[in-house]
C-alpha cells in the first residue's frame, strides 16, 4: 500500500471512532450503508477489474508503443488516444508506461494523450458510470474528456 | 427464467466471464496473463474501496444538506471549483473510486459542474502521484500538463453542466426509502388499494403511495407487500427512524 492509500485508511478510521463515540446507532447506520454501497457496486467493480485484465493481456501496451512509435504524430496521437480510452490504468501505473513509451521514443504529443484518456476515459467503466449517473451525464463526460485529452496533447507539443 | 433475468441484471459482467471461459478453451496461456493482471487490480480495489465506502456513509450522515449546497452547490461559484479541484486531487485510488462519493455528494446538492471536476481530477492531476510524474516525465513536463488540464476541466465541466441538468441523473439510493412502489413492475391490479386503501391510491393506471399517511401497520403492510403479484411494493422497516 502507497503512503496515501494509508493515510486514507487513517483518516476513516478516525472519523469512524469519532462518529461512534458521539452517535452509536447512527455509526451502526452507516456501517450497513456502507456495505450496501459495496455489495450494489461490487459486481460492476469486480468486472472492471478483470475486463482491464484481459484487455492487458490481449492487447499489451508494449506493443502499441512499438506500432505508435513507427507511425507519424498524429495518427500516433489518435491510435493511442483511443488505446487510452478502451482500458482504464490509475494514474499510479499510467506515469512510468507513459515514461517508458517516451524513453521507446514515442512523442511527446501521443504520450500525453494516452496518458489522459488512459486515466479520464473508460470504455470499461462505461457500465458501472451510466448506472450511477444515468446515460447523458457518462456519455457527455467522456467525449468531451476525449476531446479535451487530444486538445491538451496538442498544446503540450507546442510547449514542450 | 431465474438464470435469464441474472444475466440481464449483471449483463456486463456476463459478457466478460463469456470471454475469459472463450479465451481459456482457445488460448490457456492468454487467459491466464489476464487473470494474473487482474490481481494487481484486484488488491487495489480491496485496499481502496473498504474506506471508501464507509467514508461515503459517514459523511452523507453527517454532514448536512446545506452544508454541501453551500460549498459545492451551483452557488458556490468560484470556491466550489477550488474545493471540487483539491477533494480530487488528494485522493488516492482510480476513478471508479470517485463514483459513490459523488453520487452522495449530488444527491446532497453539489452541481454537475463540481461532480465533473471531482471526478476528472480524481483521475489525472493527483497530489499523491505528482512526485511520481516528476520522477518519469520530469518537472517541466509535469508543471505543463498539470496547468493546461486544469484549464481543460475548467471549460469542459462548464460545457457538461450546460448539457447536463440535475433531473439526467438517476435518484441516489445510498438510503433506501421506508415504502417505495416500483412504477415500472406495477401491473394495476389495485391489490395494494383494496388491501390497505389508507396507504395506497391509484393514480394513471399505477398504484402510488398516499404522502401524508400517518403510522404502518406492520402486518397490514407486509401482508399487502406479499400479495402484490408483481413484487413492486418495497418495504424496509430498517429505515424507520
Not at chain 2, 477550488?82 to 485510488?93: C, D, N, P, V
Not at chain 2, 455528494?105 to 454537475?112: E, M, R, T, V, Y
Not at chain 2, 438517476?170 to 390497505?196: F, M
Request: hydrophobic share 55%; glycine share 6%.
Amino acid at each position: 500500500m502507497d503512503r496515501f492509500t494509508i493515510i486514507l485508511w487513517i483518516v476513516t478510521a478516525l472519523l469512524f471512532i469519532f462518529s461512534l463515540f458521539k452517535d452509536r446507532k447512527k455509526t451502526v447506520k452507516a456501517l450497513k450503508m456502507a456495505t450496501g454501497l459495496g455489495k450494489s457496486m461490487l459486481v460492476s467493480i469486480l468486472s472492471i477489474i478483470f475486463l482491464i485484465g484481459l484487455i492487458l493481456a490481449v492487447i499489451p501496451p508494449a506493443t502499441i508503443a512499438g506500432y505508435v512509435a513507427s507511425k507519424n504524430e498524429f495518427l500516433a496521437t489518435i491510435v493511442s488516444a483511443f488505446f487510452g480510452t478502451i482500458t482504464l490504468i490509475p494514474a499510479f501505473i499510467a506515469f512510468p508506461l507513459v515514461g517508458t513509451l517516451v524513453d521507446a521514443g514515442v512523442a511527446v504529443v501521443p504520450s500525453v494523450a494516452f496518458l489522459t484518456t488512459l486515466t479520464m476515459v473508460g470504455i470499461v467503466t462505461i457500465p458501472l458510470e451510466r448506472k450511477e449517473f444515468g446515460s447523458r451525464f457518462t456519455l457527455v463526460r467522456n467525449c468531451l474528456s476525449f476531446l479535451f485529452a487530444i486538445l491538451i496533447a496538442l498544446l503540450m507539443g507546442v510547449f514542450l | 427464467m431465474k438464470i435469464l433475468k441474472l444475466i440481464k441484471v449483471n449483463f456486463f459482467a456476463f459478457l466478460v466471464l463469456l470471454a475469459y471461459l472463450v479465451l481459456m478453451i482457445f488460448n490457456r496461456n492468454l487467459g491466464i496473463d489476464s487473470l494474473k493482471n487482474s490481481q494487481y487490480y484486484l488488491k487495489e480495489m480491496i485496499a481502496i474501496m473498504p474506506p471508501i465506502f464507509i467514508l461515503t456513509a459517514l459523511l452523507d450522515l453527517w454532514v448536512p444538506k446545506e452544508t454541501i449546497l453551500k460549498y459545492l452547490g451551483s452557488g458556490s461559484k468560484v470556491k466550489g471549483v477550488f474545493l471540487s479541484f483539491l477533494l480530487g486531487g488528494i485522493s488516492a485510488g482510480p476513478i471508479y473510486a470517485a463514483f459513490p462519493v459523488c453520487v452522495m455528494l449530488h444527491k446532497k446538492g453539489a452541481s454537475i459542474r463540481n461532480i465533473v471536476i471531482i471526478l476528472s481530477s480524481w483521475a489525472v492531476i493527483k497530489v499523491p502521484m505528482l512526485l511520481n510524474e516528476v520522477k518519469f516525465l520530469g518537472v517541466h513536463f509535469m508543471v505543463i500538463r498539470w496547468i493546461l488540464t486544469v484549464i481543460a476541466i475548467i471549460v469542459f465541466s462548464w460545457i457538461t453542466s450546460l448539457i447536463v441538468k440535475d433531473k439526467d441523473i438517476p435518484e441516489a439510493d445510498i438510503e433506501l426509502p421506508l415504502l417505495a412502489i416500483n412504477s415500472k413492475a406495477c401491473i394495476g391490479c389495485r391489490l395494494c388499494t383494496k388491501n390497505y386503501p389508507q396507504v395506497f391510491k391509484m393514480e394513471n393506471g399505477k398504484a402510488t403511495i398516499i404522502k401524508d399517511y400517518k403510522t404502518l401497520d406492520e402486518d397490514l403492510i407486509s401482508q399487502t407487500v406479499k400479495a402484490c403479484p408483481a413484487n413492486a411494493i418495497s418495504y424496509n422497516p430498517e429505515t424507520n427512524d
